[in-house]
């Protein structure tokens, strides 16, 4: 509450201070670089309260740190593409931002990267996993930080197909990214293991899983192992109907993103064990870049950073990269800059690919455990996003925007 | 398979169970006090929450503490219903009818921040139940014992509601006053007191609900708008007022829902309104309602008297179209474009203003047509590779087909029954939209639906978006004063009447309703060019919500009403958005605010204030 009021007045000074800077000074953009974010806060507040605070980290770093000074209006789209758009507007428009970033749910991104091309503003999309938004839309002003939908599937497969399981059953949310996630994972995993066979899909509705019917249909089919794409409250509702109806016993779980705080932690001590999966063991890493990153955000926020800090503040920090990359705020320059630009996140060195605009950073991967009554990661190693993207070649007649 | 078949005829049972304690609530409410309570899926939740917060103080390990805390948890659900009912609603039952769920909606936005600001942004996993931790074996099956528990609690419920309503003095008043409000008042009944206690005791119903999740489901802050939309048409497909109705629906419900997701696992999205929209067109009142005993006009009486505009309107209405028209010389192009919207919203709730006021035929699904006209639109320019002017005319043909269609069946019903058959089209629509990936690219959307080159400037746009919309604004007020409307209002005050000197009532509120949604397509068109993409969620719950809120707001029974509540409605939120993190509970706050201060409407309440100044108000 306190932070949120603090904040509030804060932003609503540095509002007025902007209201009273003569607006030449705004437009020549002398010193400070304006961004605009957009993102579902009302919507999605488990992950996008610690983005911000991630982000608010970052870019009070990168003012310390001396050189351009970097400020960010933020701006909450309530999960409604169409509200995404029009703040999209609002802020080129009225609040003369030099470059547009944000966007949680796929389909703002789509439409956020769609304003961008049309207006010719840069993208830097933070949380959009869809594949469509760097490959069957991509564009030129969109660059996205997020492993996707296809690199985290293709993660999986990779363990899925050390398993001896070879009826699989799926469930995921019924909507783009459950089931593009079930798409690619079916798919490459056939690749890599041409025996194996899928003997049930289950696709509830996201928010709405009838938790009891959707476990005993997957039971029913008696599978060998479980893909699973659902989260957030979905998930919970999964896990517990399936640990009481022992859907889990004697089977492997592949899912996506339940290693993610956002999702792991509310299950306390019915978290999963021995699930694969793809997430982010914050509690454990102790790379330099993580460790400098973790200890600020606690000493700032006396909590510990989730996945969506960790998206939050390397978002920020890839666009004051770029900016200094750039030394420039024109949008064209901002667009050669983010191009192949190599820059440090929060899990190590990144790179945006020239090629499709996809950013390197990876997840990690492991399996589920239990710890002091609260579910951890285990075994887990950290999966480079470069790794898991398909060859140059394929990649070339996946975007047609070149 | 009969293992199976058994399993799943269970789970069904155990999910009617969680529908039916909160739709019973719903229905006894909507018996009574005929409010169309919005905020009671923020009840649930706030059961759900409050439960979690007790039996975690009272220690979930002991049974005590674990059902002491639920049983608190709904008592005190009931004791917020009291303060919402006392504080908020007591104020505006002389308003039109559905205007209190405008204030039952600010209540909504209300609950979803402090929810927010109380229980943090994170999921809460209850304790399980003490006693029913566990599973038992059916057949080969482990089935939760809580779930057999939850079973048992729906018939429970509803026996001892039988009992209530049956062998008690205050349930007896309740069914005097679900028959006949006035009559019971007459009586000497303190009404005020019937109407809170009857309040509270939905809400607690609603709270005992929600807590009786918490072994079984995450506590959420989606919660609220999850259920209510499942637990209407729980309340609508039983009949209206029918507890025994809610529960047969409920289970109807539940058990097809359970069987569904083995055959076809995608139908999840769209069942429960698949199912409504059958048992509507078979059945117009419900599994178990009955035929209201006469169609009364709403709460105000009979429904002013319509006149077409004193030329002081006329010039007050030139006066802003001039102003609007002058606003590209003046204003920001970021301006130009939160008004090009907002002229936009004002069409569309004109559009819904058609069927609503003169018509008397409230929808909950007006945004089907907003949203195909879109999708018509983007569409055309996706497939037809069509540039923006013929797309702009053809695409509100694809709403107004589907408003002929749609309305045909719509129009044989009346009341809520009418709005919620809307909005099980309106569900279908979206579902449509949101699955048929290869034709709309899904929720994902259509992409790149811009205007064509000399319309891309904003002022270029503003105008052609005024343009088009004054003018279909002033022929849908033309439309008010024409024989059709004149016919529609006939119909609208006493169908008797209208069938004996001839108009085919049906005949007549079908025509407004193909041309309320034919405008609403034109509204949904520009809009998909304004905002160069098109999605699922233009036709989704909510924007039907903005509609109603718009209409609502400025004014049923006045014709610039939606004009004036759009502006005001969509031009408010806007604003907050930008300014404050807590938009959602200031603008609660707001619409609150103006629903106690405005009864009428933003115009019913300045109309009212004139005509008592004219009339030389004699207390003065």
């Known amino acids: ?402 | 398979m009969l293992d199976l078949i058994l399993t799943q005829m269970l789970n069904g049972m155990a999910s009617a169970s969680s529908l039916f304690l909160v739709a019973s609530g719903l229905s006894i409410i909507f018996g009574v006090t005929r409010i169309v309570n919005f905020a009671h899926g923020s009840l649930y939740m706030l059961g759900a929450y409050l439960a979690v917060t007790l039996v975690g103080a009272f220690g979930p390990a002991s049974p005590l503490g674990f059902w002491g805390g639920i049983l608190l948890a709904a008592f005190l659900v009931g004791l917020i219903g009291i303060v919402i009912e006392v504080v908020i609603l007591r104020r505006i039952y002389q308003a039109p009818e559905l205007f209190q769920l405008l204030a039952t909606f600010g209540v909504v936005l209300m609950v979803q921040d402090i929810a927010l600001a109380v229980w943090g942004p994170e999921d809460r996993l209850g304790p399980r139940a003490p006693g029913f931790k566990s599973f038992v074996m059916i057949l080969d099956s482990r089935f939760p014992s809580y779930e057999l528990f939850l079973i048992a609690v729906g018939p429970l419920v509803l026996g001892l509601l039988w009992f209530l309503f049956r062998r008690t003095r205050w349930g007896t008043l309740v069914r005097a006053a679900t028959q006949d409000r006035e009559m019971v008042g007459a009586l000497g009944v303190d009404q005020r007191l019937l109407f809170t206690s009857v309040f509270g005791f939905g809400a607690a119903l609603a709270g005992l609900g929600g807590a009786l999740q918490l072994p079984r489901e995450a506590v959420t802050l989606h919660m609220d708008l999850s259920t209510i939309a499942e637990v209407f048409v729980v309340v609508v497909v039983g009949g209206l007022g029918s507890v025994g109705g809610a529960y047969l629906a409920a289970v109807l419900i539940g058990v097809l829902h359970a069987f569904g997701i083995l055959i076809f696992p995608k139908i999840t999205l769209v069942l429960v309104f698949l199912v409504m929209a059958v048992v509507l067109i078979v059945k117009p009142y419900g599994l178990m309602g009955r035929k209201p005993a006469a169609t009364l006009p709403g709460a105000a009486g009979i429904e002013p008297l319509l006149t077409p505009a004193t030329p002081g309107a006329k010039l007050a209405g030139l006066a802003a179209l001039l102003l609007l028209a002058a606003a590209p010389l003046a204003v920001s192009d970021a301006w130009l474009l939160t008004l090009t919207e907002l002229v936009i919203f004002a069409l569309f709730a004109a559009s819904l203003h058609v069927m609503m006021g003169p018509g008397g035929m409230a929808s909950f699904g007006h945004a089907a047509y907003f949203g195909l006209g879109a999708y018509g639109a983007a569409l055309a320019v996706k497939w037809l590779g069509a540039p923006m002017e013929p797309a702009l005319l053809l695409a509100p043909f694809l709403a107004g087909i589907a408003g002929i269609v749609f309305g045909w069946f719509c129009v044989r019903l009346s009341g809520v029954y009418m709005a919620m058959l809307t909005l099980a089209f309106a569900q279908i629509a979206w579902a449509t939209a949101f699955q048929w990936v290869e034709l709309t690219g899904g929720d994902n959307g259509i992409l790149g639906v811009w205007p064509s080159a000399w319309a891309v400037p904003k002022a270029v746009f503003f105008y052609l978006t005024l343009a088009i919309c004054a003018a279909s604004v002033l022929l849908l007020r033309r439309l008010v004063f024409s024989p059709l409307g004149y016919a529609l209002r006939a119909g609208r005050d006493s169908p008797l009447r209208a069938e004996a000197i001839g108009i085919d009532v049906m005949r007549v509120q079908w025509a407004a309703f193909a041309i309320a949604a034919f405008a609403a397509g034109i509204a949904g068109a520009l809009f998909a060019f304004s905002k160069g993409s098109v999605f699922p969620t233009y036709l989704a719950i909510p924007r039907s919500v903005d509609a109603l809120l718009m209409v609502l707001l400025g004014g049923v029974q006045t014709v610039s009403g939606p004009v004036v509540g759009a502006f005001a409605y969509i031009g408010l939120s806007e604003q907050l958005v930008k300014l404050t993190p807590y938009w959602r509970f200031t603008l609660g706050l707001a619409i609150v605010l103006l629903v106690s201060l405005f009864p009428r409407g933003l115009v019913g309440g300045f109309l009212a204030w004139r005509d008592r100044r004219d009339a030389g108000d004699p207390a003065r």
């Open chain 1, 1 to 402: 509450m306190t932070i949120d009021r603090r904040r509030f007045l804060a932003a609503a000074s540095a509002g007025a201070a902007t209201l009273a800077a003569p607006a030449l000074v705004r437009a020549q953009g002398g010193g400070v670089v304006r961004i605009g974010e957009v993102n579902s806060y009302t919507a999605q507040p488990a992950f996008l309260k610690p983005y911000r605070q991630g982000w608010e980290l970052a870019q009070e770093q990168a003012n310390a740190a001396g050189g351009r000074r970097f400020e960010t209006i933020f701006r909450d789209d309530g999960g409604k593409p169409e509200d995404a758009v029009r703040h999209a507007g609002d802020l080129v428009n009225a609040e003369k931002v030099d470059l547009i970033a944000g966007g949680y749910l796929s389909n703002i991104g789509l439409a956020l990267a769609d304003f961008a091309l049309q207006n010719k503003r840069l993208y830097a999309a933070s949380e959009p996993l869809t594949d469509a938004l760097v490959w069957s839309k991509g564009n030129r002003y969109t660059f996205r930080l997020r492993p996707s939908t296809y690199m985290q599937a293709a993660m999986l497969v990779e363990e899925a197909a050390k398993l001896p399981a070879r009826k699989w059953a799926v469930i995921a949310p019924n909507y783009e990214y459950g089931q593009s996630a079930v798409k690619w994972f079916k798919e490459l995993l056939k690749k890599a293991k041409p025996d194996v066979e899928f003997v049930a899909e289950q696709f509830p509705a996201l928010g709405r899983i009838d938790a009891g019917a959707t476990v005993q249909a997957l039971e029913a089919a008696k599978p060998d192992a479980i893909f699973n794409v659902t989260f957030a409250g979905d998930l919970s509702n999964f896990v517990r109907q399936g640990n009481t109806r022992g859907l889990f016993e004697g089977r492997a779980v592949v899912s996506m993103l339940t290693g993610e705080p956002e999702y792991l932690d509310p299950l306390g001590a019915e978290a999963p064990v021995g699930w694969i999966v793809t997430g982010y063991p914050h509690a454990d890493i102790r790379t330099p870049e993580h460790t400098a990153f973790a200890d600020a955000y606690r000493a700032k926020y006396n909590d510990y950073p989730r996945l969506g800090s960790v998206v939050g503040y390397s978002t920020m920090q890839s666009i004051a990269a770029a900016v200094a990359r750039a030394q420039s705020t024109e949008t064209e320059k901002l667009v050669e800059a983010f191009s192949g630009l190599k820059f440090t996140s929060v899990f190590g060195p990144a790179e945006y690919r020239a090629i499709d605009h996809q950013s390197t950073v990876g997840a990690y991967v492991g399996r589920t455990a239990l710890k002091d009554g609260k579910g951890v990661m285990v075994d887990w190693r950290y999966a480079d996003g470069a790794k898991y993207l398909p060859p140059d070649d394929v990649v070339k007649t996946l975007r047609p925007a070149g």
